[in-house]
């Protein structure tokens, strides 16, 4: 679960890790009502008017509807004929970025609709830094990962410098040692009250992630300040899904409007579904099977258009829920049913598959494979539904061949 920077902030401010002061706005009134407090609280004439998605690249994104305003535009404080300039300005740019949609290199061309902004106190900046701790899956541990690269995107810093990039792993049971915490600051240049205030963040950061359950937190730009304050100038998380049953306060953050209603319908039924750009639906049962299928679509020439796992007690209600979803997808020319029933039942997959069919039609070319439990009565639930347009298969491959053929 991804939650917006704002959020993000908040909940590093609440356990010490130094932020700049910034209010959230929902509406152009709001936007403006925040200016006066954030320049009089910071003494600093700027102002950054930030939009809220979860997606990066929102300082060189752009607005469909209104190209020449960039995703995070800076302000600076005046008075011009007796009117704050920075409340004309923010005004004049709240009410077109509040409802308009922002391309960025994560977004892709559809973009995704501001539906909030963030305005912040400027910071006398000195130097910019990245951090980020991320879990890494292969050790099974947190790795922090610094680089004096900071607001350049990580990817571009490991392809073209990767000899600045510092990693340290954190243990589980010990969190980031001070002197691992004292040699990033090293590595990232930082001497005087910096290092000190370095130090103290880091390992703070460190335990943040850990206890919230973070499976990504990255801070891109982390600043030093002329005073030798070290601070978060941005703010990434999100979290291991099934930790938040955890943090409550951490789900009541989640926002419906930056995922897709396909996944969050998926996940009403307790369905593992993602939405891919390809052209041929799956539903499948078992995350490994799944990954599988995709691979052999792959393989064969086309395109998955979904990861769905249904899991191993799914019931004829989930079925039919997660052959619906599939079906929704404009995008979609076939659907391959691939089950390899051990607990999962093929007859009850069969039942699900027949009366989704029966309730929304089926207008895209349908593969079938059964294996398994109860094989034999799925295939004559199937064939005696008398479903036009279902095609049978004898294994995975056979089934993968078939649908991508049809598809076409």
């Known amino acids: 679960m991804k939650i917006h920077e704002y959020q993000a902030k908040e909940l590093m401010k609440a356990r010490g890790i130094a932020v700049p002061e910034g209010q959230v706005a929902r509406t152009v009134e709001e936007a403006v009502a925040a200016v006066r407090p954030l320049v009089e609280g910071s003494g600093n004439p700027v102002v950054v008017l930030k939009s809220q998605i979860h997606a990066g690249g929102r300082g060189k994104g752009r607005f469909k509807e209104h190209p020449e305003v960039a995703g995070v535009s800076v302000i600076t404080d005046g008075i011009r004929g007796g009117v704050r300039a920075t409340e004309e300005r923010v005004r004049e740019l709240a009410k077109l970025m509040l409802g308009s949609t922002l391309e960025t290199v994560q977004t892709g061309p559809e973009g995704k609709q501001v539906n909030r902004l963030y305005l912040e106190a400027g910071v006398d900046i000195e130097r910019e830094l990245y951090v980020s701790v991320v879990l890494d899956r292969e050790t099974g541990r947190n790795v922090m990962i610094a680089s004096t690269e900071g607001g350049v995107e990580i990817e571009e810093v490991a392809e073209h410098t990767p000899e600045k990039i510092l990693r340290e792993p954190i243990d589980p049971l010990t969190g980031l040692a001070n002197f691992q915490a004292a040699r990033l600051a090293h590595g990232l ?110 393989h064969e020439g086309g395109e998955p258009a979904n990861f769905l796992d249904v899991g191993g007690g799914a019931t004829t209600e989930n079925v039919t829920a997660a052959f619906k979803i599939i079906t929704k997808d404009p995008n979609v020319r076939g659907i391959f049913v691939n089950i390899f029933g051990g607990i999962m039942k093929c007859d009850t997959i069969a039942n699900g598959v027949v009366e989704a069919v029966q309730q929304v039609g089926l207008e895209v070319p349908l593969v079938v494979r059964l294996e398994g439990t109860n094989v034999d009565l799925g295939k004559q639930i199937i064939s005696g539904a008398g479903i036009p347009g279902v095609v049978s298969a004898d294994d995975m491959r056979d089934g993968a061949q078939k649908i991508v053929e049809l598809a076409r």
């Open 189 to 298: 240049g930082l001497t005087g009250d910096a290092l000190k205030n370095g130090v103290r963040f880091l390992k703070a950061l460190a335990q943040t992630a850990e206890e919230l359950d973070a499976d990504l937190l990255e801070i891109n730009p982390l600043v030093v300040t002329k005073q030798g304050q070290v601070m978060a100038l941005d703010g990434k998380m999100s979290f291991d899904n099934n930790a938040l049953f955890r943090h409550k306060n951490i789900t009541e953050m989640r926002d419906p409007s930056e995922e897709d209603p396909a996944e969050i319908e998926a996940g009403n039924f307790g369905l593992s579904f993602i939405k891919l750009d390809g052209t041929i639906g799956c539903l499948v049962n078992g995350a490994g099977l799944a990954m599988a299928t995709m691979d052999i679509i792959k």
